[in-house]
């Protein structure tokens, strides 16, 4: 038997293993219905103001090889919804899962054949892997469902989890840079011109991806966690958090303000002389005696969506036509707009508009670009192992064979579409300070958008703190009220 002929039926053995291993159902959930259009309708009713029914919805998925990705996005809807209690338990579980993956060795034996699979198949045979955006928008989200449930010591836990988390992605980074380099060197498959294609397809996203230096540092955590040292009386803490938060966004005038209000608290003449010199606008005196902070947070619809974009690659052998192979990538049709602020009125005067501390949207699309590397070097893979089928199949059966393989190719070629959908498109911010007491604070999003209208609870020296998540024409709204050292007076309303 020839090294072609052998390698043929390793391939054809593996496919028929990856197939077998995937009608017993021990792989993902989103095969053969990619994962946007199961998620899509949760989202219609959030945007409709309609309940969400995430249980029936997902049914056992939880317990799929993408528990990761589904528990998230069941925590994520159910804290949409105004249920914390729910959010915690999912994203505890989402968050277990991610550690236990991490500690998994690196080969086993279902995950061998799922690597193999992909090689026959596509991408989505593979387990999901959250993106380090992801990973740091969890311990993010969890974070704001303690601070919702009147929790500071659990919120400040998870912050910290973030922080970390943080770190660890730009390490992991760093290494997976390191690795496409290194792959890119030693496997020089040929792509024909698919390669330069791709690359053209995804220079439109360069103005997106530009509007951050990476895909996992997220000023808006940063902020949070600030919120939460602050409230609990670590102003030194807070304004670490609150310096890191504006080196990543810094031209948001929240966090310019923060900075420097807290600098002049903490003494530091140096700090104040420098923050006023670059940001000359930003000077506001601390909060006086008798009144405290109202903090908004505002989630701001849902992160766009992967879209798949698919090139044919013809497969031709001394002269003859072989067949066809088609390589399938994930991208994202999208545009560097700039978010809608809300307007903020108190006790009906307009104090001000929100500004956006965080594009989630701009992180997706650079996690993106980011392992497109990655992602040419399995698409050669995948294409030369199609191509030897082909090419036996056409020596050994005629060219009307190949075709047929060519036609099951195209259709089984997908794209894996799989991510977090209901994190928000955007996080805003907005602080302000109230005297002591009662205060109304209408929330809206210009003349046609999302309002709302609540009572907030000001302490003297306290933080109230307002999270809004904006899906369509409905705003979902909670709020926590501390007095002075985190001392909860409210929770949750």
């Given at each position: 038997m020839s090294a072609t002929a052998s390698l043929s039926n390793r391939l054809?053995?593996?496919?028929?293993?990856?197939?077998?291993?995937?009608?017993?159902?021990?792989?993902?959930?989103?095969?053969?219905?990619?994962?946007?259009?199961q998620v899509n309708p949760l989202l219609q009713d959030l945007r409709a103001g309609r309940p969400a029914p995430v249980e029936s919805r997902f049914g056992n998925k939880a317990d799929s090889a993408d528990r990761i990705l589904y528990l998230a996005e069941r925590g994520r809807i159910m804290q949409v919804q105004g249920n914390p209690q729910a959010s915690l338990a999912d994203y505890r579980l989402a968050i277990a899962a991610v550690e236990a993956q991490e500690n998994e060795a690196d080969i086993t034996v279902r995950g061998t054949v799922g690597q193999l699979g992909a090689v026959i198949g596509n991408d989505n045979v593979l387990p999901y892997r959250s993106a380090g955006?992801?990973?740091v928008m969890l311990h993010h989200l969890q974070a704001l469902n303690y601070l919702m449930?009147?929790?500071?010591?659990?919120?400040?836990?998870?912050?910290?989890?973030?922080?970390?988390?943080?770190?660890?992605?730009?390490?992991?980074h760093e290494k997976d840079i390191a690795k496409a380099k290194a792959d890119a060197g030693s496997r020089r498959l040929d792509l024909g011109n698919a390669d330069q294609r791709v690359a053209s397809a995804y220079a439109g996203l360069d103005e997106v991806a530009g509007k951050v230096k990476n895909s996992f540092q997220n000023a808006a955590t940063f902020f949070i966690s600030g919120v939460i040292y602050e409230s609990a009386g670590q102003p030194n803490d807070a304004y670490i958090d609150y310096k890191k938060a504006l080196e990543i966004m810094p031209t948001n005038v929240f966090l310019q303000q923060d900075v420097l209000r807290l600098a002049r608290v903490l003494g530091m003449s140096e700090d104040v002389d420098q923050l006023k010199a670059r940001y000359p606008g930003a000077d506001l005196p601390p909060v006086p005696a008798g009144a405290g902070s109202v903090v908004l947070v505002i989630d701001d619809e849902f992160v766009p969506q992967k879209q798949q974009i698919k090139i044919p690659i013809p497969i031709i052998s001394n002269g003859r036509y072989c067949g066809l192979v088609a390589l399938a990538f994930p991208y994202y049709?999208?545009?560097a707009r700039d978010p809608a602020p809300f307007t903020v009125d108190i006790n009906g005067t307009r104090r001000g508009s929100t500004q956006v501390v965080c594009s989630t949207r701009a992180l997706a699309v650079k996690a993106l670009k980011e392992r497109l590397p990655a992602m040419l070097i399995r698409q050669a893979i995948r294409a030369s192992a199609k191509g030897i089928v082909a090419k036996e199949l056409t020596d050994?059966?005629?060219?009307a064979a190949a075709i047929a393989a060519s036609v099951v190719n195209y259709v089984t070629e997908q794209a894996d579409l799989r991510s977090w959908c209901?994190?928000?498109?955007?996080?805003?911010?907005?602080?302000?300070?109230?005297?002591?007491?009662?205060a109304q604070v209408t929330v809206s999003q210009g003349a046609l958008g999302p309002t709302a209208a609540l009572n907030v609870r000001v302490a003297d020296r306290g933080v109230t703190v307002i999270y809004a998540k904006?899906?369509?024409?409905a705003l979902y709204v909670q709020q926590t009220a501390f007095g002075p050292g985190g001392t909860l007076l409210a929770a949750g309303v």
């Open positions: 054809m053995s593996g496919a028929a293993g990856a197939v077998l291993l995937l009608c017993a159902g021990c792989s993902t959930s989103s095969l053969f219905v990619s994962y946007p259009k955006y992801e990973r449930a009147g929790d500071a010591q659990g919120a400040a836990v998870e912050v910290r989890q973030a922080g970390l988390e943080q770190r660890l992605a730009l390490d992991r049709q999208t545009s050994n059966y005629g060219p209901s994190l928000p498109d955007n996080v805003q911010i907005a602080r302000y300070a109230l005297a002591a007491g009662n904006r899906a369509g024409s």
